[in-house]
């Protein structure tokens, strides 16, 4: 059975989720259920769920939400379309949009209004690729694939490119590649954040050295889900649980150093039961393995007194 656990670090919240989740707990305490969100407010079940017990209310569609209400903006920012309707319909509106997925939404409307056309380097369907569409949709295609370059009609604009925040820096790298081969004069901004870097780079060293890597995280978190990716890249056995329910215990079979982390919207609290089991199993070495130390944080948006 395992005896050794390495924890990666960085690993869990970062600054654009604790600005998020601090925004949506401050509204709950100081306003009467229920308190609207557009979208998740991050992507972690167990935060998600959390929320609900407490009188929030999660929508995908403004026509949800009743004139007047309380709306927060989930992490991930929304179109200025939703932003439009909701004024339109009284609604008081917060944004815990992540300052560098706003960051994103002002380079592509910047480019748009500049005379480019843009690729927007991201997963179709995410809530961050919809908001950053919004901004220029008529200007901006997805590509999420190198495959995808391809495929792209010929342009007489010029490029330019920009990204979704939370993707594998290494298929990234590989999409912009492409897009390069082709345009070579295209502007790119690689906007993958820090936190996704440093988060990447710390399953990955760890994964080099574990038998088994967990990544703690929800499936619709693509933070989460890359992570899994990058720890199995390394030819390491890594599953992605939401919590110690999702986990297991065959896996450990044979294994004598466990590698564990968690996405960028997970709380420490969904760690410490596995630790805690890992412990009851025979670990007696627990190693962090710091690879970046973070001191971001983010100002709180306007409308949270």
Not at 231 to 253: E, L, Q
Request: proline content about 6%.
């Amino acid at each position: 059975m395992p005896h050794t656990l390495l924890l990666a670090e960085p690993r869990g919240f970062c600054a654009g989720v604790v600005r998020a989740i601090d925004v949506l707990d401050a509204v709950l305490d100081r306003e009467p259920p229920p308190v609207y969100a557009f979208h998740e407010i991050v992507h972690n079940r167990h935060v998600v769920d959390s929320f609900r017990a407490r009188g929030a209310v999660f929508v995908d569609a403004l026509d949800a939400v009743p004139d007047g209400a309380r709306i927060v903006f989930s992490a991930h920012g929304v179109a200025p379309a939703v932003v439009a309707e909701a004024r339109a319909r009284g609604l008081r509106i917060i944004d815990a949009t992540c300052p560098l997925v706003t960051k994103v939404h002002l380079e592509t409307r910047k480019a748009a209004r500049d005379g480019f056309d843009i690729l927007l380097v991201g997963h179709h369907g995410h809530d961050e690729v919809t908001g950053t569409l919004g901004e220029a949709p008529e200007r901006t295609t997805i590509v999420d694939t190198a495959a995808d370059v391809a495929t792209l009609a010929p342009r007489e604009r010029p490029v330019f490119v920009v990204t979704q925040t939370t993707l594998s820096v290494e298929d990234t790298a590989g999409v912009i590649d492409a897009i390069r081969a082709r345009h070579p004069a295209a502007e790119v901004r690689n906007d993958i954040c820090y936190a996704t870097t440093n988060r990447q780079l710390a399953v990955r060293t760890i994964a080099q050295r574990a038998d088994l890597v967990l990544v703690v995280g929800s499936a619709n978190s693509s933070n989460s889900v890359r992570l899994r990716e990058v720890a199995a890249s390394t030819g390491t056995p890594a599953y992605r649980v939401d919590g110690i329910a999702d986990i297991d215990p065959a896996w450990y079979a044979g294994v004598d150093t466990v590698g564990l982390t968690a996405g960028a919207s997970v709380p420490d609290e969904l760690l410490d039961p596995i630790i805690a089991d890992l412990r009851a199993r025979g670990v007696t070495r627990i190693e962090p393995v710091v690879v970046a130390t973070e001191t971001v944080t983010f100002q709180p948006p306007d409308g949270l007194e």
